[in-house]
């Protein structure tokens, strides 16, 4: 036996799915109606009661065997035929007592325009499964009449309830023909908006990513401006603190004061720190984010000032960091810098969570093809699954209200694209994260 087609467009499948919602509502209502008709036979045919509570129960109970169809796959692959069986059923029924009572002059012929009406106005079925409906009822109609005994001598009430029938059916297949047109219009109403909120949904994010980017931008020339203002004021105190403290370690009586010259060596370990932090500063002060974005520079020393940066961080942290011999790439040294302090701040702030008796942060740089890739991996607390592919959405963030704004990671992956690259995330909660990205390297 052949299978009937799946719908093969939205729409389909859409009115697919309003049909079945639409044919099992029936269904429930149809079962309800039957049943309440019991009253009219009451009124109208007391003699013959049983014999018509028999035949609603009869409908009831194959009205109810199609109900429990439409909830199975195959009711969902065959809802319109199954929708026309147990809209017939009550039709039959009722030409059924038509030909059983008084014909022509049975009271039972209005139930037949009702259902027309109902089926026109209310059930999403096609123009032609209408004028089907309409012409079977009208067919049943007729012979119930014929065969009800001597209803042959009154031709004109049959052809007048027929006429009746007929236009009620023509009414009916109107109303379903406008309805298909109105559920058309309506889907594609609903298509067009969807679309529309899709290409909204796409600006915002490249908004709040062009924001992000800015506000990096202006985090950068911000501490470029400061840098550049006290470098000069502050370089030269230290310098000549660095030559106090070394001439103080010549001094002879040093050698007999042991605590003397452990001070000393702390003041000048001190200094040459300010110094490290000062130089690391210059990158900032005496290059714009973004201005000559692709001049050859060492990776070993952004990871390094990357470290230093944010050591305040990742202190109490274990930190290892595996370099090779070449560290040469191509890029924006401040955005890289950036992006690593981003990504070991995050890190550190996971061990922290954790509370790992040894935090450990690993910053792997290795080659990968004609490109060196950068991994940054803690024993954090991991990043459930729900979250993975939303952390390099702008604004998404699990922190606290006030503990971030969730643009650090977008920031951070719009920079690694702009370098041809592509920051990506491992992670298992509870255990680990692993941040992995790569730069090109120069010809």
Known sequence: ?????????????????????????????????????????????????LEFTLLRLLVVVLTLGVLRLLFTPFG????????????????????????????????YFVGLHLALYAVGIILPITFLEGGSFGLLTLILYVVACLLHDGELQDNSRLVTNSLFILFSAAASTVC???????????????????????????????LAEVKGQLLQREKMAAIGTLSAGLLHELNNPVNYSLMAVNMGLTCKSVEGDSMLKESLMDAREGMQ??????????????????QDSQRPFLLENAVRSAVRLAGFELKGVEMVVDLPQDTHVLGDEPAIIGVLINLMSNAAKAVHAAKREFPKIVVTVAAVGERLGVSVRDNGTGIEPDNLSRVFEPFFTTRDVGAGLGLGLSVSYGIVQRH?????????PGSWTEFTFDLPRPA
């Open 420 to 428: 041809g690259g592509v920051l990506a995330v491992e992670s298992e």
């Open 1 to 49: 036996m052949k299978r009937a087609e799946r719908p093969s467009s939205p729409y389909e499948q859409q009115l697919s799915d309003f049909r079945l919602t639409y044919s099992k509502a029936g269904c429930i209502t149809s079962i309800v109606l039957v049943l309440a008709g019991i009253g009219l036979d009451y009124f109208s045919y007391p003699d013959r009661l």
């Open 176 to 206: 379903t023909w406008f309805n298909e047109k109105a559920r058309l219009r309506l889907f594609q109403l609903q298509h067009e908006v969807s679309e529309k909120n899709a290409s909204l949904r796409d600006i915002n994010n490249t």
């Open 273 to 290: 720190r300010i110094q490290n932090i000062v130089s690391d500063l210059k990158t900032f002060a005496y290059q714009k984010p973004g």
């Open 76 to 107: 969902r692959r065959h809802v319109r035929p199954l929708t026309m069986f147990w809209l017939m059923l009550p039709q039959i029924m009722i030409a059924f007592m038509i030909y059983d009572t008084d014909g022509v002059n049975s009271i």
